[in-house]
């Protein structure tokens, strides 16, 4: 079954200092793998899409990482602003799916001043 | 351009009472998606247009649930009788050709109170 999972849950950091996200998946065959950021009250938006081969990408103060050998990524964000607070939500499609997304359940981050 | 647009923002109902939740795509887009979001299960897909046809209506939780797309531009879920249960943030989304992997839009949502 596929299957993605994050982590922490929720997580509270102070304006200024650095964090990291993670996502493991269990998706086969691997397509690709998006960032969303869900502000409160609105939809998820796109940060960032992931593709096998690459490991690195970076959207402003946000940079995520890709490792399809243990499958598993990491969303990064430096010098964190208030308007980071989000839910930030991993979803990872599979190759032989088409329009079907598998999502992660978001970890909630709250920065707080 | 607008973005998708979901009406209404917040809808709260009585058990048993019939529910209406819009969505008006981007223009150009011909692939419609109506998401469910709980705390519990997270995005769940509950039913896929393309090109104002139903593809996968397998999330559709049951027959109180439906969905039509009477043209490219408009799009509506009804929920009948509505269940304290089905309290959600409803989403809407379009994107061009099914591109489930990239090309996805979501509207605000529509959030639901069934009590």
């Known amino acids: 079954k596929n299957q993605v999972e994050q982590s922490p849950q929720s997580l509270i950091i102070l304006e200024g200092k650095n964090c990291t996200l993670q996502?493991?998946?269990?998706?086969?065959?691997?397509?690709?793998l998006r960032w969303y950021k869900q502000d409160t009250g609105r939809g998820p938006v796109s940060l960032t899409i992931?593709?096998?081969?690459?490991n690195t990408k970076s959207n402003g103060r946000y940079t995520a990482t890709l490792d399809a050998d243990t499958k598993q990524s990491s969303l990064h964000i430096t010098a964190s602003q208030l308007s980071d607070s989000a839910s930030y939500i991993c979803?990872?499609?599979?190759?032989?799916?088409?329009?079907?997304?598998?999502f992660g359940k978001g970890t909630s981050l709250l920065v707080t001043p | 351009d607008a973005g998708v647009i979901q009406s209404p923002r917040h809808e709260v109902t009585e058990m048993g009472q019939e529910v209406t939740l819009r969505c008006k795509p981007i223009?150009?887009?011909?692939?419609l998606f109506w998401y469910r979001q709980t705390m519990m299960r997270g995005l769940e897909l509950l039913i896929y247009?393309?090109?104002?046809?139903?593809?996968?209506d397998s999330g559709m939780p049951e027959d109180r649930f439906s969905a039509k797309m009477p043209n490219a531009s408009f799009s509506t879920l009804k929920i009948q009788p509505s269940e304290p249960r089905d309290s959600a943030v409803y989403f809407c989304?379009?994107?061009?050709?099914?591109?489930?992997?990239?090309?996805?839009?979501f509207g605000s949502g529509t959030r639901l109170t069934v009590v």
């Open positions: 989304a379009s994107s061009l050709n099914g591109q489930g992997a990239g090309g996805y839009t």
């Open positions: 996502c493991n998946y269990t998706v086969s065959p691997f397509s690709n």
């Open positions: 992931m593709t096998f081969s690459e």
């Open positions: 979803v990872v499609s599979a190759t032989n799916s088409g329009y079907a997304l598998n």
């Open positions: 223009s150009g887009h011909n692939s």
């Open positions: 247009f393309n090109n104002n046809v139903p593809i996968d």
